[in-house]
């Protein structure tokens, strides 16, 4: 999980929370037969309400049993699969030891892609116009009709601090 600045100096994007998570959660929970509880609601609220960035189960974690200790690791590990299925966290990336990265999914459905400072760990996001027509003729050309992607690009910064 990164804070409000990596090493290398570049600033990172802050992600905003709608307030409509409790809804989409519940409507989720109530067409699967899952329970609400209180832990699942604890873990939410960490997730949804103040992890800024990007940030791993790990990380999640960390947090949850900061400020919740009765809330084991296996809880937090079955609830964020249960917030990706619910449309509220999506999976990013891999980091360089092979764990998931995760951030919150996105309100407007806008897509982004994703560069890794390779000097600092710190992931930005961007969005390119050009790159998404590319891949999508690419795949028409091919006859595949896609349906999702990840793109990321590892990189040395080169900001000026």
Known sequence: MTSSAPPCGRPIPQPATGPEWQRKLKEHLVANGLKHSDQRTAIAEVVLGGIPGHFSTQDVVRIVQKRHPGIGAATVYRNIKTLVEAGLVKETLLD??????????????????????????AIFEFAEERIEALQ???TTSMSFSPLHHRHVIYARCEYEK
């Not at 309100?107 to 390779?118: E, K, P, R, Y």
């Open 96 to 121: 360089d030891q092979g764990r998931t990265v995760f951030e919150l999914a996105d309100g407007d459905g806008t897509h982004h892609d994703h560069i890794v400072c390779a000097d600092c760990g």
């Open 136 to 138: 999508e003729a690419v």
